[in-house]
C-alpha cells in the first residue's frame, strides 16, 4: 500500500459517513479520516526525493486497455503540495462544519470527502484522462455542498458555478483529444510529442487556457465566483478559495513546461490579463464593506498575480506562482474562518457594524492582525517570499508590468489594512460589536496553526520548492 492510502481513507470515510447517520458519529469518521488522510500526505511528502523529477510511488491499474490508459497515481515537486494543501484543508472544513451545519449531516461529510477524494484524484493524476475525469467529477459533490447548504441564493450560485465550469469544460476535452491524436497518447509526455506547427500547438495551449483560467478564475471569466463563495457555507468557501482554484494554477503548472518554446509568443498579453485580474479585483475588495465579499475579491486579486507568474518564462515566476498557490490557500482560509467567528454570533458580515473589538476579544485581534500581516507580504512570513518571486519574475519579463504588479500588492495591503481598522480599531463600536465572542480554545489552535504555517513557510519555502529549480517537464511514467 501507498499514496492510494490517501484516497482510500476518505473514500471509505465517506462509505461509513453514509452508513452510519448519528451525528456525532459521522463527526468522528469524517474528523479521524481527513486527518489521516493529511497524514499519510505528509509522510510521503515528507519521504520523497526531490531530485527525481519522475513520479515516485507511482502506482498503476489497467483501466481502459482500448486506449492503452490505467488509472495511474504518484507524486512529483508540482503536485505533491497541492496533495498536502488540499488534506490539511479538508482537516479544516470538517472542523468548522461541527458548529456550523445543522441539519443532513450525513450527507454533507459524505459529499466533503468524495470532494476531498476528487480533488485529491486529480492533482495525483499521472495521465491526461483521468486528469479530465477528476476535474469533472468533482463537480457533482461541489454543486451539491452549494445548494443544498447554502444562502437563500444558494440554487442560482450552484448552477453559475456548473454552467462557468461545465461548459469551458469543452475546451480542456478538445486539447486533450489532440494531444491523444497528435501525441501518440494520453500520458503527461505526450505533450512533449506533439505533431503540431506553431499555430496547431498554440491552439491546443488556448483551450488548457480556457478551461484553466474560468476554475481560477481570472476576469473577465470569474462571473460564478461572488455568488458562489457568498451563498455557499463557510467551510465549502474555504475549501473552494483555499484549493478548487488552485486546480486551475495546478493544471497551468503542469502543461507550461512542454510549451516554453511558443510561451514568449503570448507571454506578455496573459500577464498583462492576469495582472489586470490582480488590481481590478483589488479595486472591488477595496470597494465593498460585506467581510465575505471582500475576502472573495481579496482572492480573485491574489490568483491573479499568481498566474501571471506560471506565464513569466522564467523559474522565478514559476517558483512563485508555485509557493503562493500554497501560501494563498492557507491564508484565505484563515482569513475566512476569522469571517466566520466574526459572524456565528451577529449574523451579519458587515463590517460597517463592528468596531472597537481589539480589547473585547484579544485572541481574535492577534490572529487577525497576524495572517493580515502575512497576506499584505510582511518579511519573514509566508507571503513574502512568493510575491518576491512573482514580481521579480515579472519585472525580468516586461517592466511596467512589473509596476502594475506593484499596484495590485499595494491596493492589497490597502484594503486589509482598512478592513482591520473598520473592524477592530475604530471607535465608537458598531451595533454588532457587544455580540462579537472570542475565539474559544480549539479555535485559537487552529488560528494559531495558520500563522505557525505562515512563519514557517516564510523562513522556509524550499520546503515547497526544493524539487524544483528549472523549468522543465515534470511527471512521467515513474
Known sequence: MGIE????????????????????????????SSIVSFIIALFYYLNMERTIKSFQFYLSYEWISAWKVNFSIGFDPINAPFVLLTTFITVVAVALSIKVIKDKISSYMVLILLLSFSVNAFFMSTNLLQFFFFYEAMLIPSVLLIQRWGGKNSSQAAMKFLLYTFSFSIFLFIAILAV???????????????????QGKLLVLFGFILAFFVKIPIIPLHGWLRDTYYESSMPVTIFMSAVLGKMGIYGILRIIPYFVDII??????????????????AFLALSVKDIKVMFAYMSLSHVGIITAGVFTGNIHGYQGALLQSINHGILSAGLFYIAELLYRHTGSFDSEKFGALSKKIPALT??????????????????????????????RENILLGFLGVLGVSIGVIYLSWFFYRVFLRKPAGELSFYVKDAISWERILLALFFLISIYFGLAPDFILSGVREIIPFGGRG
Do not use: H
Open 366 to 395: 492577534f490572529f487577525t492582525f497576524a495572517l493580515i500581516m502575512a497576506m499584505g507580504g510582511f518579511p519573514g512570513l509566508n507571503y513574502f517570499n512568493g510575491e518576491l518571486l512573482l514580481l521579480s519574475g515579472i519585472f
Open 264 to 281: 514568449p509568443i503570448i507571454s506578455q498579453w496573459i500577464i498583462g490579463l492576469c495582472l489586470i485580474s490582480f488590481v481590478y479585483s
Open 180 to 198: 491523444y491524436f497528435y501525441g501518440g497518447g494520453f500520458d503527461f509526455e505526450s505533450l512533449a510529442n506533439l505533431r503540431l506547427n506553431t
Open 5 to 32: 492510502l490517501i484516497l482510500i481513507t476518505l473514500l471509505f470515510g465517506a462509505i461509513l459517513a453514509w452508513i452510519i447517520k448519528n451525528r456525532t458519529t459521522v463527526f468522528a469518521i469524517a474528523i479521524c
